[in-house]
């Protein structure tokens, strides 16, 4: 079995044949984002050794940081108990978000409102 | 507007009323599982500062250790940039999977197969 095939085995990809994916910074723990992946994206991801995901609004293939340089290179892909999440542990180039934040959870309940908790970063990687 | 109603305005559920929340302990960053919430379990989540998610298996709300003991005390709640996934900072007492292991994602692609990285840990918190 290939490599791809021995991880999509074990995948249980939702009616629309795709499974969301957690992208974590591998060293601070920082939560990026979450996005979604197809058997596609995740053939990619691991082939090419960066985030590859699945675009639900376009309807292809979105690797990550191909127009902004914002790449998020694998450094390891994770599957949960029931096999219908993915976590990547990823070096992430720059913002994840495409606020320019590094994050794209960057709003957080605080004293009973929603608040901005994270600014837009500064350039690139 | 009320606590819950400020936040609940800024979500986009899907077509099923659900939105995903990815659990991370909050001091460490790891990441714990992902689950799903919708309208209501999310107004319990803030009520009672601790993770309620609703079982999609089940149909009801599943306060998270409520038979096990392993609750999530809620630390803080984050919302990401589209408003379609939520991020969950928690204090977990004891595992977080129903395989006794802290976290659910304990299966990771290594050497071009998946391998199990943790191990269940022993008692409670």
Redesign the interface.
């Known amino acids: 079995m290939t ?1 791809p095939d ?2 999509l085995s ?1 995948i249980r990809f939702d009616a629309r044949g795709l499974v ?1 994916a ?1 992208a ?1 910074q591998h060293d ?4 990026l ?2 996005a979604w992946m197809n058997a596609d994206s995740i053939r990619a991801t ?1 082939a090419e050794g960066r985030a590859c995901y699945w675009s639900r609004s376009r309807g292809a293939l979105w690797r990550k940081g191909e127009t902004s340089g914002h790449v998020q290179r694998l450094v ?7 096999g219908d ?1 993915l ?1 990547l542990l990823v070096e992430q180039s720059g913002p994840a ?3 320019g ?1 590094r994050s ?7 004293d ?3 608040a901005t ?1 994270a600014e837009p970063v500064a350039g690139g990687s």
Chains 1, 2 share one sequence.
Request: some cysteine; aromatic content about 6%; overall charge negative.
């Open positions: 490599e021995s991880l074990e969301p957690i974590q601070s723990g920082e939560v984002m979450m691991l390891e892909l994770r599957l949960d108990c029931d999440t976590l978000c495409h606020t934040r794209c959870f960057y709003r957080a309940m605080r009973g409102a929603l908790i």
